[in-house]
Nanobody, 115 residues
């Protein structure tokens, strides 16, 4: 089992930026993939961005060009840089890791974008 701890959420005005961090309890170099999901009130959880072991990334259409996912293996951490934030980006953001075909979730961090 892997523990994932998110940080970096908060309140920001539209057009602003935030960087989320997800720290894993052990080395991420062997993880199959890691990603960020989000869940807004009354909506289903959706994939925001993912990074596969080896560096390939993918993004939801709604965040392409604004969000960037990256990893720093020496710190066992994955980041989500969010720029040009919009009110519709408001949600709880969750870190996810697929390890040996088992999914692991963090507790979530709230991101609120005011108009």
């Amino acid at each position: 089992q892997v523990q994932l701890v998110e940080s970096g959420g908060g309140l920001v005005q539209a057009g602003g930026s935030l960087r989320l961090s997800c720290a894993a309890s052990r080395s991420i170099s062997s993880f199959n993939l890691m990603g960020w999901y989000r869940q807004a009130p009354g909506k289903s959880r959706e994939l925001v961005a993912g990074i596969i072991n080896g560096g390939s990334t993918n993004y939801a259409d709604s965040v392409k060009g604004r969000f960037t996912i990256s990893s720093e293996n020496t710190k066992n951490t994955v980041y989500l840089q969010m720029n040009s934030l919009k009110p519709e980006d408001t949600a709880v953001y969750y870190c996810y890791a697929l390890v040996a075909r088992q999914g692991n979730w963090g507790q979530g961090t709230q991101v609120t974008v005011s108009s």
